[in-house]
């Protein structure tokens, strides 16, 4: 599975993006699918995942403010983020595991997955 980002860039603070993640083949049914950030100094975090079912999950950080969503129909994962801060600088990779949804949650907290695949990245910079 090929992942590309895109939609990343540089907004003021309360501003909003939508950053999109195109899959190279058909992923819903099988994978995990989720936005992880890495700022720079800091360890890589999660950030929320869709998983097969659709279920959701987000990280503390950005509740209530990001939804991921996807377009089956279209190998697309979405990540709209809102009342952007400051502290959600950071490069911002998309990821697909095949994982059920206790796994995919325990990826989501940092706990490594097999055969995951990622993205290049796309900065976000918030000012």
């Known amino acids: 599975v090929q992942l590309v980002e895109s939609g990343g860039g540089s907004v003021q603070a309360g501003e909003s993006l939508t950053l999109t993640c195109a899959a190279s083949e058909h992923t819903y049914s099988i994978y995990c699918m989720a936005w992880f950030r890495q700022s720079a100094g800091n360890e890589r975090e999660g950030v929320a995942f869709?998983?097969?079912?659709?279920?959701?999950e987000y990280a503390e950080s950005v509740k209530g403010r990001f939804t991921i969503s996807q377009d089956n129909a279209k190998n697309t994962v979405f990540l709209q983020m809102n009342s952007l801060k400051p502290e959600d600088t950071a490069k911002y990779y998309c990821a697909a595991a095949p994982l059920g949804r206790p796994a995919c949650a325990l990826w989501l907290r940092g706990i490594p997955a097999d055969n995951d695949h990622w993205g290049q990245g796309t900065q976000v910079t918030v000012s």
């Open positions: 869709i998983d097969r079912s659709g279920a959701t």
